[in-house]
């Protein structure tokens, strides 16, 4: 349940298009349903302007199907099932048909197009499964990224030749291993916000993406924000919360300028 879905059943209800009880029956089940082994929240668009999303590790395939069927059985923005496993994908698929599967990520009811320019930049091939599952979130919420794959710094020229697609961004997601440099070097070449992700890629010391967590933690370009090791998902979050941000003031000002004319 999300903001356009409680603005236009209230306007219902003015209008005489449903009775006050229809309203009441719809809003019964907010702000959570409780199915015994999970709460489900479906308040969390109302709160975030996220979706509600299911973590597939630690839950049965029948878990992720239920909890899949109660958040798409009411009306509102997209579902995601994350980190699924086949078997997990398989039976949520089977019981809530018309999603679409990504590897490990599982999305029904994708939102509408975008226009905000995002670009996704994965310094080697070994980081693309975690650039992969921040593009599908991004996606799942209406947003295109731009893909910028192996423009790690090894080769500095890769990533100098997309300096236009980088200052042209309204948010930039940097995902690297090994030593986490490129972070960095995207840091100092735009203004737009920069989410950093830390892969398990590497070599030697990168001891499992800690390495380049500590290296973006510690980057010289002022500003960069960093998320967990091999959390594409949460980089996307950052984003959608970042965007989200920038639009509620839009709209807030586009408000106060028409009520003072």
């Known amino acids: 349940m999300d ?5 236009q059943l209230m306007a219902d209800v003015n209008d005489g298009v449903i009775s006050a009880d229809d309203a009441v029956r719809q809003l019964r089940r907010l702000p959570f349903a409780d199915l015994g082994f999970a709460r489900v929240d479906h308040h969390r668009s109302l709160r975030q302007g996220l979706a509600e999303v299911v973590y597939g590790p630690g839950k049965t395939p029948d878990q992720c199907a239920a909890i899949v069927k109660e958040l798409l ?3 509102g923005g997209p579902v995601l099932l994350t980190r699924a496993s086949a078997e997990q994908a398989a039976t949520s698929l089977r019981i809530n048909p018309h999603g679409e599967r990504y590897d490990a990520t599982v999305v029904w009811r994708p939102a509408p197009p975008r226009s905000e320019r995002v670009v996704l930049a994965a310094a080697g091939t070994a980081d693309l499964p975690v650039a992969d599952e921040c593009g599908v979130v991004l996606a799942a919420h209406g947003l295109a990224p731009q893909r910028l794959n192996d423009v790690g710094v090894a080769g500095l020229h890769r990533i100098l030749k997309e300096v236009d697609s980088l200052a042209e961004a309204d948010a930039v997601v940097v995902v690297a291993g090994m030593e986490g440099a490129l972070a960095s070097v995207v840091g100092g070449l735009t203004m737009a916000p920069v989410v950093a992700v830390p892969t398990s890629a590497g070599y030697g010391s990168s001891l499992e993406g800690i390495t380049p967590l500590l290296a973006m933690l ?3 370009a002022a500003g960069v924000t960093v998320v967990g090791v091999d959390n594409g998902f949460g980089a996307a979050c950052g984003v959608l919360r970042l965007l989200k941000s920038r639009e509620r003031a839009a709209t807030e000002a586009e408000l106060s300028g028409a009520s003072d004319g």
């Open 3 to 7: 903001e356009a879905f409680l603005r």
């Open 73 to 75: 059985d009411q009306p």
């Open 218 to 220: 510690s980057s010289c």
